[in-house]
């Protein structure tokens, strides 16, 4: 079969890889609809910084207060201990960052400080986005409507926007680890040195912006253990390459983050590098339900075995309530769902609960809004969970038949921080058992994983569908609807904090 002939039934060869791909939605398209791609890229892309920066705005709580540790930093100038605040435990490049900026103001209005807080985390929120749209662009060999689809769905996420419209650390470690992720990718693809520095120096800043930063610096790490051990092909002058720029980053890293962190200093006085105001529970049992705290993990199998979409559905909040509250609330997976594809699921910060006297329309509005995003979001997340899937098994192929195909150290590097961060969750949740710290916010540092992994399977998805137009109507339909809903909540949401602000 000619090029030509490949490219009029829908196949693209590329140089040194042989897949198939739809040409509806691969970049060798005609250059007028290239041309429209890229407009609809720079439409999701300003969207979404818009409504960052509008709810930044209009916004003057956060899940967390970091405002106390900031203000103690700018106008004490010292650090504040541990034992002074609840968040005093965490590391403070964000709270530093901030302090400065407050310090260059010519006013001390609490008022002007919350925002220009929330327009940090803001900033470093548009410039993940920024990051994400890139690295789809250039490093995933994705095509053009994968592309899209998975940074709109980034763009548009209620629960993204939403931390990123907060004065917390979230965003500072989520745009850190994006990008050693990003330089990562580069490095473990090219093993240029550029790169590396790159990718060092943001594995650094993420592990002095928040604890989970932590997991993209052992995500390298086993990259690096993986490219020296894994592959009997490589040559004795690339394991010496590996060997040298492991050595580097691992001495880079530990002679800043465990100081600069804080993470020596609480180990000194605490016994613990990673202590926290909330103490641990004992351990869940497998199946006998206990209660501790304000019950979210009751039992191991109650936790990590159910997804409560019926109950979802049936109560699309959350409650901060230590008895009464719904099933979904001591589901992972279900608390993990509604955060992160509903503003309004938390329930929490306050100001941004539905108003009691509202009005049963508008709360009946909302909810309803909530229960079309969950249905809607069931496609890409089943699309998810079957490349994760294709993942695993691909690994398990690797590790047991000699014959099977070596992986590609950069990719290894993105799946290594998605198992991580998922890992952190669960091992998280199992350790606190507290509903509050089922946050669907402690995996988002993984997201140029998940949306790689994405992207590849909305391309087989739509490979495999080619001819099917109907259902790819369908999927289109539903992704647009997830779109627009996501879309609906946040400015649900925005206008809820004015109308609040001019009361």
Request: glycine share 4%.
């Given at each position: 079969m000619s090029d030509d002939?490949?490219?009029?039934?829908g196949v693209y060869t590329a140089p040194g890889l042989a897949m198939r791909f739809p040409l509806a939605s691969m970049e060798k398209v005609p250059s007028i609809q290239q041309a429209k791609w890229g407009k609809a890229v720079v439409v999701v892309f300003l969207s979404g910084a818009l409504l960052r920066v509008i709810l930044a705005v209009v916004n003057l709580e956060a899940n967390d207060n970091h405002i106390e540790v900031i203000s103690v930093i700018a106008d004490e100038n010292r650090i504040p201990d541990k034992a002074e605040f609840w968040e005093a435990f965490?590391?403070?490049?964000?709270?530093?960052?901030?302090?400065?900026?407050w310090r260059a103001l010519p006013t001390s209005s609490p008022l002007i400080r919350i925002r220009l807080a929330?327009?940090?985390?803001?900033a470093a929120g548009i410039v993940t986005l920024w990051i994400a749209l890139a690295f789809l662009r250039s490093e995933v060999n994705v095509s053009a409507k994968a592309s899209l689809l998975s940074c709109a769905l980034l763009a548009f996420n209620p629960g993204l926007i939403g931390i990123n419209a907060q004065a917390t650390n979230d965003s500072f470690v989520i745009l850190f680890v994006g990008l050693a992720l990003f330089f990562g990718y580069r490095f473990f693809a090219r093993l240029g040195s550029k790169d590396f520095c790159w990718m060092t120096v943001s594995a650094v800043l993420a592990g002095i912006s928040k604890g989970n930063g932590l997991v993209v610096f052992l995500a390298i790490l086993g990259v690096f253990a993986m490219a020296f051990l894994g592959s009997?092909?490589?040559?004795q002058r690339t394991r010496h390459r590996v060997v040298l720029y492991g050595s580097i980053f691992l001495g880079a890293y530990l002679a800043v983050v465990p100081r600069v962190g804080s993470y020596w200093d609480q180990y000194r006085r605490y016994g613990s590098p990673f202590a926290t105001p909330m103490l641990p529970a004992p351990f869940p049992k497998l199946l006998e339900k206990s209660f501790v705290y304000k019950p979210g993990v009751t039992s191991i199998a109650d936790a990590l075995l159910t997804f409560r979409l019926f109950d979802l559905l049936r109560n699309p909040v959350s409650t901060t309530d230590a008895e009464k509250y719904p099933l979904h609330r001591t589901s992972l997976w279900s608390q993990l769902y509604?955060?992160?594809h509903f503003a309004h699921f938390d329930a929490w910060p306050p100001s941004w609960r539905l108003p009691s006297d509202s009005g049963q329309w508008v709360t009946s509005g909302a909810w309803t809004i909530g229960r079309l995003i969950f249905l809607c979001a069931l496609f890409p997340t089943v699309l998810l969970i079957v490349a994760i899937g294709r993942r695993i098994v691909a690994a398990f192929r690797w590790l047991t038949k000699a014959n099977s195909p070596p992986p590609q150290w950069q990719d290894w590097l993105l799946e290594f921080a998605m198992f991580g961060y998922i890992t952190f969750i669960v091992v998280y949740s199992l350790r606190l058992r507290d509903f509050a710290v089922m946050k669907a916010v402690f995996i988002f540092p993984g997201l140029l994983g998940f949306l790689t992994l994405f992207a590849r399977e909305c391309d087989k998805f739509y490979e495999r569908y080619f001819e099917k137009t109907s259902v790819r109507l369908a999927a289109d339909t539903v992704m647009v609807a997830l779109l627009f809903f996501y879309t609906t909540d946040v400015v649900a949401l925005i206008g809820q904090l004015a109308l609040k602000k001019v009361a």
């Open positions: 002939d490949k490219q009029n039934r965490q590391p403070k490049l964000y709270h530093v960052t901030v302090a400065a900026l929330q327009l940090v985390s803001c009997p092909n490589n040559s509604g955060r992160a």
